[in-house]
């Protein structure tokens, strides 16, 4: 998602992280940050805000982003609840989305039918995973599997509104 902001022109690109001691959350914040390696965009721990994947958290974030002196133009979250209140909060302050502000979600939860904004998010794919989970699990009862484990699905962007290209 990251590296979709920067292919529209984003520079200023902040991120709302989840859960650092999950997975996901560690995986997702891993993952902004290379983006900006790669693209040679120097990071800015200004930018990098904890959500934990809750509400209030990521309100606060969005509200310590917005009020910085070089706002980011770009925000990912790394949930689409988070990626709400963000939009939420901006909302609050007269900043227009996308036009003075992009945001993504990750999860593809059905909450984002509820907003105003479409907002684009990066699905996962939840069946996918379910099936494979309920397999992998018939395979280690039955003695065919060890545990660890480790299977990467390929997730997918889903573009809309929130993510509109720099103005």
Same mark, same amino acid.
């Given at each position: #998602? ?13 991120? *709302?992280a989840?859960? &650092? !001691?999950?997975?996901?959350?560690e995986?997702? %914040? ?10 040679k *965009? ?5 930018? /990098?805000?904890?959500g934990?994947?809750?509400?209030? =958290?990521?309100? $606060?974030?969005? $509200?310590?982003?917005? +009020? %910085? +002196? ?9 949930s689409? /609840? #988070?990626? %709400?209140e963000?939009? @939420?909060v ?7 989305? =996308?036009?003075?502000?992009? *945001?993504?979600?990750? @999860?593809?939860?059905? &909450?984002?039918a509820?907003? !105003? *904004?479409?907002?684009?998010? /990066?699905?996962?794919? &939840? ?8 397999? #992998? &699990?018939? $395979?280690i !009862?039955?003695? $065919?599997a ?5 299977? /990467? ?15």
């Open positions: #998602m990251v590296e979709e902001f920067i292919k529209q022109g984003h520079k200023h690109i902040a991120t *709302i989840g859960d &650092l !001691s999950t997975q996901a959350g995986s997702r %914040l891993q993952g902004y940050h290379d983006a900006l390696k790669k693209h *965009i120097a990071a800015d721990e200004d930018y /990098v805000k904890i934990g994947f809750l509400r209030t =958290p990521a309100r $606060q974030a969005a $509200q310590e982003l917005l +009020k %910085l +002196k070089q706002r980011p133009t770009a925000i990912f979250a790394a689409d /609840v #988070m990626a %709400l963000a939009m @939420d901006a909302k609050s302050k007269k900043i227009s989305i =996308p036009s003075q502000l992009a *945001i993504c979600g990750f @999860d593809d939860n059905p &909450l984002r509820t907003s !105003s *904004i479409a907002l684009a998010t /990066v699905s996962q794919p &939840l069946i996918e995973m379910g099936r494979m989970g309920l397999e #992998m &699990l018939y $395979q !009862s039955h003695g $065919q060890r545990l660890p484990v480790k299977e /990467v699905l390929k997730a997918k962007l889903i573009k809309a509104q929130s993510m509109g290209p720099l103005h």
